[in-house]
């Protein structure tokens, strides 16, 4: 078996390894195996390089050595000088020396060593420093290698082929082998160390939840070894320099160990492997740190180039998941603070078989004492957040499909997942990565993932390309329609968590972009695929169900296409028929006339910039407009109460007084007045209902006041740059070189050169822990994009054009159809009294947009209740099913 290259011999381990005095754990390895504990796995330790050696087969490669200026030493062994201690000797010192006599130490950080290769394969298991053990371990693992070890694997293939080349992760070394209940996957790419301490400390409280739950034969003391938390960074240069002394802090990542190339191939991924019992106390302006109670397996993949969001998800899903086999993989974003009982929450809900994939409840992080609802647009956003956990997600789990599981905090059930013959949900999910990125070989090397890569590429397209910008929602559309099996999405309203929000006006124009275009696309795919759900196992009723489902969103989707046609008609209804003469309100017509111009003029500037700008280059043009619009919906709204009250006093004076049948019949007070109050007082009793009304008081008003830029600007910068489906994040600059390992003497073993004595690494970690204290921040490496091959740039540029002229015509023939009578763009005329009155195609669609709204509201509060309701009854659902499966078990023993 290929684990005999990993059987410890304390003759390895002894003699000259310098790593072994200073370490605690080490000298009591070097005792024998009976100091082994049953946890530990087999390790593949560094020695010092013999004396037969090639002890110099990297040439003068600088990256070698440090950058102190000091003399190059090439030995076994690293040297170092002693720090003498000065005194004060007339007769041997000048008169003019100076007093300060310190002889300073010098620093030979590293050294050449050896170690075996293991399948092939650069696998080393390096010490941990000395000061770590000390400080933050547990007594009862002072013999447990993975506490005292550090394993790193310098894989030099893609994730697809991870297996194929004979690469394995601890859980499987481990006797016996570990099963693997949950996989956490935590995707970054520049995010500084608060916003990744503030994951991890929400993960370890979830982990230390789950392991006090002992009324769970899954869960108790000991379950912490069946949860692998996976760190993935998106690129070695993007890495946040804080964030990886963060992680050096908790123990899983080292500097030194990793290399460039193997055998000269280069390396694409680099993963640490490690069981911290360093927790994160406090996070406010430092990070604090303390003894976990529950060790947590750690593993930090640290890919070499930045490939994107959804090929970290590959690296989880297609290299790691395979040979842990988790039941249940969570995904979170670096940022992403679930609360310390959400992870059971979500786990739980696995235990009906037919649920494929679960989310939680996002929250906006309002920061301490809630001072973010201070920004309007982080308060507008923490209004759609909670309006989207009430109406849409609770809706949209009674049908049993959610049209998307954001990435940032959800789970699915890894079997769910799995590809049949080569085709399925991941199969589908990964598509979009080989769409945008191509084909490059690279630094001319042939790839191992070629012709995947080129199979895929060769079917992108402006629409398919659109429609991987939100790959999640393919991914839950595949699961739910996977053909033979009828799984369901569901959401789970107690597992919450916390997520920043963009706080910049270009941020959040860009991140929509990306999630209209994505979204809009995705729901087209599902709108055409809808026939896959009926080749499904689900049930009729729940087939029908779904495509009722379908139906719902084809009409928001239409709804959406015509959006800005049908809030430019609104305001210019309601304010134009402020301004007529029954209504005594004179100036309303001169500031109906001044607000049409503003209006066409901020929609004629958005074009402008969404064609030629970046939103980060025109912020106070998109800041001006926001500003705008919010004064725009103002007067709408003054409107609104104004012919509401108007209405009202007209109905009381032409009838005597008022009944409540009135409210129905009456087509003014209907339309008006009924459509509007009647989705507003859904938002709150849905609020009401799930305990949570206080943010239709603090958020309410600062998202309706930018509801027009939603509308306008957002729908205008994503539908002309659909063009653009880069992510921007793949860029041309080169990452340090790390050297490389080498195999010498045709033996089965390399060299590298690997970081110095023990006294060296402990006063390394120190440092690390001292410098992520302090204050200064490191500013995260700046984005850089590449263009696309000129082809595509022309294709996707014309199709980019004629999609935004059949966007502007389709939006403006409605508004000619709607503003057609008398003065065009008035809507109003005059009847036989003198009085200005709607038009008739204007009442006709005040009535049917109004009342659309109105529908989609009240359909999503009914589903939102119905989840109520259905929760409810879950529990029983569970225990019926648990007796129904004992008593098949007991007569299957019977039997």
């Not at 998800?313 to 670096?334: E, G, T």
Request: aromatic fraction near 12%; proline fraction near 3%.
């Amino acid at each position: 078996m290929f684990q005999s290259d990993f059987h410890v011999n304390s003759g390895l381990l002894s003699g000259n390894n310098p790593f072994q005095n200073g370490n605690a754990n080490a000298h009591a390895l070097s005792t024998g195996a009976a100091a082994f504990s049953g946890a530990n796995y087999m390790i593949n330790p560094l020695q010092d390089a013999d004396n037969d050696d090639d002890l110099d087969p990297f040439g003068d490669n600088d990256s070698l050595y440090s950058e102190t200026g000091e003399e190059i030493v090439r030995r076994g062994a690293t040297i170092k000088r002693k720090k003498t201690v000065g005194f004060r000797d007339n007769t041997s010192k000048d008169d003019d020396e100076e007093d300060e006599y310190f002889v300073p130490k010098l620093h030979y950080t590293k050294t050449i060593k050896r170690a075996r290769l293991v399948n092939g394969n650069y696998i080393i298991d390096a010490p941990v420093p000395k000061a770590l053990l000390e400080t933050y371990g547990r007594s009862n693992n002072n013999t447990s290698h993975e506490t005292s070890f550090l394993r790193y694997t310098g894989a030099t293939c893609g994730p697809s082929n991870f297996q194929k080349f004979n690469y394995t992760l601890r859980q499987e070394l481990y006797s016996p082998k570990r099963e693997t209940e949950i996989m956490i996957c935590i995707t970054m790419y520049n995010e500084d160390e608060f916003l990744l301490a503030r994951t991890l400390k929400g993960v370890f409280d979830n982990i230390k939840d789950l392991t006090e739950r002992g009324n769970s034969s899954t869960w108790g003391p000991e379950s912490w070894k069946k949860i692998v938390v996976c760190i993935v960074a998106d690129g070695r240069l993007q890495l946040n320099k804080r964030s990886q002394m963060l992680l050096a802090s908790l123990g899983v990542y080292q500097d030194g160990y990793a290399k460039s190339k193997i055998q000269e191939k280069s390396v694409k991924s680099h993963i640490y492997e490690y069981t911290s019992t360093v927790g994160i106390d406090e996070i406010n302006d430092k990070i604090h740190f303390g003894v976990n109670s529950t060790p947590v397996q750690l593993m930090f993949c640290l890919k070499e180039k930045n490939l994107r969001k959804i090929n970290s998800h590959r690296w989880c899903f297609q290299a790691f998941s395979p040979i842990l086999n988790p039941k249940v993989v969570m995904l979170l974003d670096c940022g992403t603070k679930p609360e310390k009982d959400a992870f059971y929450y979500l786990w739980r809900a696995f235990k009906d078989s037919n649920v494929g994939g679960a989310c939680g409840e996002m929250r906006v992080s309002l920061g301490p004492s809630k001072k973010l609802l201070a920004n309007p647009l982080v308060a507008a956003q923490n209004f759609e957040y909670k309006i989207s956990n009430i109406l849409d997600k609770p809706m949209e789990s009674v049908f049993g499909f959610i049209s998307v599981l954001p990435g940032a905090f959800s789970a699915y059930r890894y079997e769910a997942l799995l590809n049949v013959n080569s085709k399925g949900p991941l199969e589908k999910y990964f598509k979009g990565e080989f769409l945008h990125n191509g084909n490059d070989d690279e630094d001319g090397e042939e790839d191992d993932e070629k012709d995947v890569k080129e199979r895929n590429y060769r079917e992108a397209g402006l629409f398919t390309s659109n429609m991987y910008l939100a790959e999640d929602r393919i991914l839950c559309f595949e699961l739910v329609a996977k053909k033979n099996h009828n799984y369901v999405l569901r959401y789970v309203n107690e597992a919450k968590a916390e997520t920043d929000a963009p706080e910049k006006i270009d941020e959040f124009v860009l991140q929509r972009r990306r999630w209209l275009n994505g979204a809009m696309f995705a729901a087209i795919y599902a709108m055409f695929h809808w026939t896959k759900i009926w080749r499904s196992n689900h049930s009729l009723l729940r087939k029908l169900v779904l495509q009722l489902e379908f139906y719902y969103q084809l009409v928001t989707i239409l709804v959406s296409w015509f959006s800005l046609a049908s809030f430019f008609l609104v305001f210019r209804i309601l304010t134009a028929n402020l301004g007529a003469t029954d209504m005594h309100f004179e100036v309303g017509k001169y500031l109906a006339a001044i607000f049409l111009w503003c209006y066409v003029g901020a929609v004629v500037i958005a074009f402008v910039l969404a064609f030629g700008n970046t939103p980060k280059g025109a912020r106070k043009f998109y800041t001006l407009i926001a500003v705008c619009f919010a004064i725009l919906m103002a007067y709408l709204m003054f409107s609104v109460i104004f012919l509401a009250i108007h209405t009202v006093k007209a109905i009381i004076s032409d009838n005597g007084g008022f009944t409540p049948i009135m409210m129905f019949t009456n087509s003014k007070f209907r339309d008006l007045i009924l459509s509007i109050v009647s989705t507003y007082v859904l938002y709150f009793v849905g609020a009401i209902i799930y305990g949570e009304p206080s943010f239709m008081f603090t958020s309410f008003v600062q998202y309706v006041l930018l509801s027009p830029y939603y509308i306008n600007v957002l729908n205008i910068y994503a539908f002309c740059n659909i063009h653009d489906v880069s992510w921007g994040t793949k860029g041309v600059v080169q990452a340090k070189d790390l050297g490389s390992a080498k195999i010498v003497n045709n033996r089965d073993e390399f060299v590298m050169i690997v970081p110095g004595v023990e006294s060296e690494l402990n006063e390394s970690y120190l440092n690390t822990i001292k410098t992520l204290k302090s204050e200064e921040m490191v500013k995260p490496v700046k984005k850089t994009s590449r263009k696309s091959k000129e082809d595509n740039d022309s294709y996707y540029a014309l199709i980019r054009t004629l999609t935004v002229l059949a966007w502007m015509l389709s939006n403006a023939i409605l508004i000619a159809i709607v503003l057609q009578a008398g003065g065009v763009l008035t809507g109003t005329y005059n009847n036989d009294n003198g009085n200005d009155t709607l038009s008739s195609n204007s009442q006709v669609f005040l009535s049917i947009i109004l009342w659309i709204v109105a529908g989609l509201a009240l359909f999503r509060f009914i589903g939102s209740v119905l989840f109520l309701i259905f929760k409810a009854f879950r529990p029983l659902k569970w225990k019926l099913r648990g007796k129904k499966s004992k008593d098949g078990l007991l007569r299957k023993e019977i039997v």
